[in-house]
């Protein structure tokens, strides 16, 4: 039986959004976390996250302006810095006493990493997520990915992470006709799992020889999977000549959706030209996983018991376990346990 249930973690870094969909000079609105964010990008290029709520009079920032430097209320004028200092309060007369320095908008931890912007949720004020930084993936250099999509999928953030930890669904989900899994011909898998920083990794083993495209990275083409909380997925897959790796990571909009970040990052110097493919079959794919959690959810919203099975369902028992681990351990003030141990799951697929 599963109880599931998803709490929203915090103290985590959550990817927010694809650096290359946030220009210079401009402001967007999101819900992440449950928590509305005014993310802005200043004129030098420098990305920052303020909660979108005017400290004034609690107007959303975002029904005013940017200049690339401050944001202006749209209400009274006050002005904010990218740090959320206020900066400027129209209505004061020079004689009047008022120190407008102690007025701040809420300011998030922002960094941006490998071309994806994270935001660092907490409730400590003295946190600013240096101590446990935002995951990067080595082997694919500092720049951005090849492609970055985002879908948003109906459903809690522990049904997304199971999506991502599921290894027997893309026989019957993904099935189009440029990549015919078929359900009939399922082969036995065998994968060694060992305990990773707050998660688990599918240890690097040879992928199959034959598969053309993995020969573009060289010979000896390996991979590796690590999954870690709040729900990050690392594949790594690196040959004797080149790496490509794909970063999945989930973020609760609130308890009742979630939007799935995907980055593919490659090395070869000429990826870029099939850039747009690689999107458009990103999208297919992901498109896939998000309408079963669609249908998925008429089922869901009656309740039902659900259950999970060995060895298929062990990696969403794990998700389960280290999440509940985690928030038991900062509910005690203790060092986290993974509970994880490592072993070899076996399933069709
Ligand atoms: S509500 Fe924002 S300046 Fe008054
Ligand atoms: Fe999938």
């Not at 004034?56 to 209400?75: A, K, N």
């Not at 998000?290 to 990696?315: F, N, S, W, Y």
């Amino acid at each position: 039986m599963l109880d599931t249930g998803a709490p929203l973690l915090k103290n985590f870094w959550y990817l927010v959004m694809p650096g290359n969909q946030l220009r210079a000079g401009a402001t967007q609105a999101l819900t992440v976390m449950g928590e509305p964010l005014l993310l802005g990008r200043d004129r030098d290029g420098r990305a920052f996250a303020l909660l979108d709520i005017c400290p004034h009079r609690g107007i959303p920032l975002h029904y005013g302006s940017f200049d690339g430097r401050e944001v202006t209320c749209c209400y009274h004028g006050w002005k904010f810095a990218p740090d959320g200092r206020c900066t400027e309060i129209p209505s004061l007369l020079p004689d009047q006493d008022f120190d407008i320095s102690r007025i701040k908008a809420r300011s998030f931890p922002l960094r941006e990493v490998q071309g994806n912007i994270w935001v660092y949720f907490t409730d400590r004020r003295d946190d600013d997520g240096g101590a446990r930084p935002p995951p990067e993936i080595v082997g694919v250099g500092d720049g951005p990915p090849l492609t970055s999509i985002s879908q948003t999928f109906p459903c809690d953030i522990d049904q997304a992470a199971f999506g991502l930890m599921d290894p027997t669904h893309a026989a019957f989900v993904h099935t189009s006709w440029w990549w015919k899994k078929d359900a009939r011909r399922l082969r036995q898998k065998e994968k060694h799992f060992e305990p990773a920083p707050l998660g688990w990794r599918m240890t690097r083993h040879r992928l199959p020889s034959e598969h053309r495209a993995y020969k573009l990275l060289g010979s000896n083409v390996t991979t590796e999977i690590t999954y870690s909380l709040p729900g990050v997925r690392i594949e790594q897959i690196q040959g004797e000549r080149h790496a490509a790796a794909s970063l999945t990571a989930i973020t609760p909009v609130d308890g009742e959706t979630t939007v799935v970040h995907q980055s593919l990052y490659c090395t070869l110097g000429w990826a870029g030209l099939i850039k747009p493919l690689a999107t458009r079959l990103a999208h297919v794919f992901l498109g896939q996983d998000r309408d079963v959690v669609v249908k998925q959810q008429e089922g869901l919203k009656h309740q039902p018991t659900l259950m999970l099975i060995d060895d298929a369902d062990t990696q969403a028992k794990w998700f389960y376990r280290v999440k509940k681990e985690w928030q038991r351990a900062a509910a005690e003030g203790r060092a986290f346990e993974n509970p994880v141990k490592a072993r070899t799951l076996r399933w069709r697929s």
